[in-house]
């Protein structure tokens, strides 16, 4: 059985630190690619990083120079440190995992999502 379990949520102040996990088991994990999205409340899920088998990361830029995606493959279990957190960073995160399809990653194996609260 194939499972994503996220930790780390919680709540911080503005400009606070938090560190997320993705434990996953039940497949082959250095041959997927890992992302993290996000869902903020009323809005839809949206990419905020991933990490390609490789080790090559991508970011978008509300995200970027702030948060840091990073993998251990020994431990089956992707990370993603978050500093100079703010409060439209507020949302459910969840961690995905996918296999590359062409030039794309398919993300289509999902955690249960880990709440983030950044109080103003």
């Known amino acids: 059985q194939v499972r994503l379990v996220e930790s780390g949520g919680g709540l911080v102040q503005a400009g606070g630190s938090l560190g997320l996990s993705c434990a996953t088991s039940?497949?082959?994990?250095?041959?997927?690619?890992m992302a993290w999205f996000r869902q903020a409340p009323g809005k839809g899920r949206n990419f905020i990083a991933s990490?390609?088998?490789?080790?090559?990361?991508y970011y978008v830029d509300s995200v970027k120079g702030r948060f840091t995606i990073s993998r251990d493959n020994a431990q089956n279990t992707v990370y993603l440190q978050m500093t100079s957190l703010k409060a439209e960073d507020t949302a459910v995160y969840y961690c995905?995992?996918?296999?590359?399809?062409?030039?794309?990653?398919?993300?289509?194996?999902w955690g249960q999502g880990t709440q983030v609260t950044v109080s103003s």
């Open positions: 039940g497949l082959s994990f250095s041959d997927y690619g």
């Open positions: 990490i390609n088998q490789f080790g090559t990361t």
């Open positions: 995905a995992a996918g296999l590359l399809w062409g030039a794309e990653y398919k993300y289509d194996i």
